[in-house]
């Protein structure tokens, strides 16, 4: 059975780090892309970030970009998100998904429970 | 603002058919696929349609995607309580190199 469990997220001041993990399970974790998305409380979807199988293709939201950083060890079936100075506006549940697809693709396919980032002084 | 437009609310009754549409842009749905996700209420989204018209399994076959020009529409047909729900589009967008959502849009079973 396909699991993602995201964990990591929390309270934090703006200007602050945290650092998110998904723990997958259930597949070959190094076969596929994998996405980051975010949704901000009583709003919609926002795409954050993804990475290629072997991490050497990444891609950001413009919003995050310089910001965020999405990483993959693909060792320890794993996906990461750091997230450096932090805004209000980035206070959101963050999924992490599975994409059997390849570049440009949003076959987001297994998605985790999600964890919240509240960034709040 | 979103870069994929969706109406925020569409409703119907049970058994009617419904649709929701997703306008975008040459760089988006113009020219790279369309997806569609179904969020129910306290929920993780979930893959409803994939490559345009494309059904995951165990995805009932009430629900079908198509795609034409910048925009793109899903229906439901035979519609049932167990629909309501938000329903979004996606799709990469090669100007922005990124993934990109519409607003979404709230379906209400009346």
């Known amino acids: 059975e396909v699991q993602l469990v995201e964990s990591g997220g929390g309270l934090v001041q703006p200007g602050g780090s945290l650092r998110l993990s998904c723990a997958a399970s259930?597949?070959?974790?190094?076969?596929?892309?994998m996405s980051w998305v975010r949704q901000a409380p009583g709003k919609g979807l926002e795409w954050v970030a993804n990475?290629?199988?072997?991490?050497?293709?990444?891609y950001y939201v413009d919003s995050v970009k310089g910001r965020f950083t999405i990483s993959r060890d693909n060792a320890k079936n794993s996906l990461y998100l750091q997230m450096n100075s932090l805004r209000a506006e980035d206070t959101a549940v963050y999924y992490c998904?599975?994409?059997?697809?390849?570049?440009?693709?949003?076959?987001?396919?297994?998605w985790g429970q999600g964890t919240l980032v509240t960034v709040s002084s | 603002q979103s870069v994929l437009t969706q109406p925020p609310s569409a409703s119907g009754t049970p058994g009617q058919r419904v649709t929701i549409s997703c306008s975008g842009s040459?760089?988006?749905?113009?020219?790279?696929?369309v997806y569609w996700y179904q969020q129910l209420p306290g929920t993780a989204p979930k893959l409803l349609i994939y490559?345009?018209?494309q059904r995951p399994s165990g995805v009932p076959d009430r629900f079908s995607g198509s795609k034409s020009g910048t925009s793109a529409s899903l229906a439901i047909s035979g519609l049932r309580s167990e629909d309501e729900a938000d329903y979004y589009c996606?799709?990469?967008?090669?100007?922005?190199?990124?993934?990109?959502f519409g607003g979404g849009t709230k379906l209400t079973v009346l």
């Open positions: 998904a599975r994409d059997p697809g390849g570049a440009g693709t949003l076959i987001l396919d297994y």
């Open positions: 259930g597949f070959t974790f190094s076969s596929y892309w």
């Open positions: 040459s760089s988006n749905i113009g020219s790279n696929y």
């Open positions: 490559r345009n018209n």
């Open positions: 996606a799709a990469w967008d090669d100007s922005l190199s990124g993934g990109v």
């Open positions: 990475i290629k199988q072997d991490g050497s293709e990444k």
